[in-house]
């Protein structure tokens, strides 16, 4: 901060447990990685390598290191995970994971078919060396998806051993609006969940601004790109129009 303002929102600082930011890195260089640590690592906690572009990435030791050194934490892509469990080969995973140090999991079943018992079955094992970070998808079968049902879902995921689950918007479910899940777990705070155990995929700026004003300026975000970093912190901080009034107290008689 370049000049002290006190009335500002207060903000949880690194290593967060709350208010954590998860970039998306599609792809960036290891220059474009220094750029970035240099300058935004104090708001990043989390550096999610998209899908499976790990895979890809040159220099994809060099780039973590970079990470870690900024203490922004890296985690490859749900859809990896899912690719090792649609060809069974979980143990290549895991070598995979070990062989960069990878100290964060992400399980996911976005894609493929996983039955319930399976994929509880996996967090549960992945717990036991890595600390898991589950997407529970707002999508069942044949079956009506409500509210209630996504927070047993989830409630589940987070009793098997993951440590935090990502919320993320399907068509069988909103997330957003007054009819979404966000507004439900704010008006429910506390009944089946830990807010503080949820990360909202929020990739579009509208979204974020509704979950700040919504959940608080320290509401776990994730799937934000690197441009959008700084953005996001100071609707954190009240210092962008969208959240001002909702996070700046106006000025009271006792200050004058």
């Known amino acids: 901060m370049n000049f002290n303002l006190p009335f500002l929102p207060e903000r949880t600082e690194k290593p967060r447990v709350t208010g954590v930011t998860m970039m998306t890195d599609k792809g960036l260089s290891v220059r474009e990685t220094e750029s970035f640590c240099e300058g935004i690592f104090p708001?990043?906690?989390f550096v999610k390598m998209a899908f499976g572009t790990s895979l890809l990435i040159p220099s994809l030791e060099s780039k973590l290191n970079i990470y870690k050194s900024a203490e922004v934490t890296p985690v490859f892509g749900g859809t990896l995970f899912e690719l090792f469990f649609h060809r069974q080969i979980m143990d290549e995973y895991r070598k995979y994971l070990d062989k960069y140090g990878?100290?964060?999991?992400?399980?996911s079943e976005g894609t493929i078919s996983i039955t319930?018992?399976?994929?509880?079955?996996?967090?549960m094992e992945f717990s036991k060396n890595y600390k898991v970070i589950s997407q529970t998808t707002g999508t069942l079968h044949d079956e009506h998806f409500s509210f209630d049902k996504w927070t047993e879902l989830a409630s589940e995921e987070l009793s098997a051993g993951a440590s935090m689950v990502i919320v993320k918007e399907s068509e069988q479910m909103p997330v957003y609006g007054k009819d979404g899940l966000a507004r439900y777990i704010h008006e429910n705070s506390g009944k089946n969940l830990n807010p503080e155990q949820l990360i909202w995929d929020s990739s579009e700026k509208k979204h974020q601004i509704e979950l700040i004003n919504l959940l608080g300026n320290n509401v776990n975000l994730c799937n934000i790109t690197p441009e959008d970093i700084i953005s996001l912190e100071t609707k954190r901080l009240g210092l962008h129009s969208s959240t001002l009034l909702k996070l700046i107290p106006p000025l009271t008689g006792e200050e004058e």
């Open 43 to 45: 708001y990043t906690d």
């Open 102 to 107: 990878m100290e964060y999991v992400e399980i």
């Open 116 to 123: 319930r018992e399976e994929k509880l079955s996996a967090i």
